[in-house]
């Protein structure tokens, strides 16, 4: 999964009820997940931690500096003063311990925030935030960090098997373009929310696919090849079944509709047919209207008297004239 080129459109769930589309709305009654809803986390700036861990070293340098431990060469140096020798003991061995485990603690929590990811803060199991801020951030070492992929990012289905309206078999994929937009709802509501948003794709294809037929033949009703109609379907109902675990749907376009291989030759050949028929109906109509506008014109203009006789026959042999330079 990559982050598209363009950027998305609303969210489904803001941009979708004011568009006055017909399809059937999704019940507002969805599952209710037990979990944490993202808050922000505890973290300070970098700069902080950074400042911290040098003034530890510099103190622990002072220390060693006081009791003499650097070598003689380095006490004669100009810039530095000659030591007091004030000796080692137990107390300089424990404030160098305890000055190395502050600076070792202060190092350890700087981090650097990159946009687009968020760190989903926890501690023994218990979920303690979410920091979002990018740039040198200090996050304490004894919390557990998570990193969660927040940008919006796009991602290509395999052909999903399917039944229209009338039982015929499909193949369908699916271009979807979601993000996380709870962090913490997304780590602690699913085990993976990632499969988690696969399954819901192909149980959505599933339900949109069975409510329309793929093709109508002889009709102009609703179809599958209405594919903004199916398009604002799927998103509706993906983004019912995913929003209870943090994810945001922008968008679910059904980018290649096709039959199953098993019943494909059979169904082109119904296809062809019904096109063929149509074309029929079609080149007949326009021959029709011509030969009544030219019988309307010859008695309106009295080129002819005829008899009923007379004039069905003029009728059979124009509209038998017309649909052979129409088949030529």
Do not use: N
């Not at 300070?44 to 340098?61: C, E, F, N």
């Not at 990193?147 to 699916?174: C, E, F, N």
């Not at 937009?181 to 085990?191: E, L, N, P, S």
């Not at 082109?268 to 209207?289: K, N």
């Amino acid at each position: 999964m990559t982050p598209p080129s363009a950027s998305p459109q609303r969210p489904v769930e803001a941009a979708l009820p004011g568009q006055g589309r017909s399809c059937e709305p999704v019940p507002a009654d969805r599952p209710h997940v037990d979990g944490p809803t993202e808050r922000p986390g505890p973290c300070l700036p970098g700069w902080a931690g950074g400042l911290t861990a040098l003034g530890a070293a510099g103190a622990a340098v002072f220390l060693l500096w006081r009791a003499g431990v650097p070598p003689a060469g380095l006490t004669g140096w100009a810039p530095l003063p000659r030591s007091p020798r004030s000796g080692t003991g137990g107390g300089l061995w424990a404030g160098l311990t305890l000055l190395g485990a502050v600076a070792a603690f202060a190092a350890l929590g700087l981090s650097r925030g990159r946009p687009g990811a968020v760190r989903v803060l926890s501690r023994c199991g218990a979920y303690r935030g979410s920091v979002r801020r990018t740039g040198l951030l200090w996050v304490s070492p004894l919390l557990s960090r998570r990193r969660v992929d927040v940008s919006v990012r796009h991602w290509r289905s395999r052909p999903i098997d399917a039944v229209d309206a009338k039982g015929t078999p499909l193949r369908l994929t699916v271009l979807l373009v979601w993000r996380v937009r709870d962090t913490a709802k997304a780590v602690y509501g699913v085990d993976d929310h990632g499969r988690f948003l696969r399954e819901v794709v192909e149980a959505a294809v599933a339900r949109a696919v069975a409510r329309h037929p793929v093709d109508d033949f002889r009709g102009d009703g609703p179809t599958l090849r209405d594919c903004e109609r199916v398009a604002d379907e799927l998103a509706r109902l993906i983004a019912a079944e995913v929003r209870v675990i943090g994810l945001e749907i922008f968008s679910a376009t059904p980018v290649r509709v096709e039959y199953a291989p098993e019943v494909a030759a059979a169904m082109c050949r119904s296809r062809a047919a019904a096109l063929d028929a149509r074309r029929r109906r079609a080149v007949l109509d326009d021959v029709l209207g011509t030969v009544a506008e030219t019988v309307r014109g010859l008695s309106e203009r009295g080129l002819g008297q005829m008899d009923e006789y007379e004039r069905k026959s003029l009728v059979r042999d124009l509209t038998v004239s017309l649909l052979r330079s129409s088949a030529g």
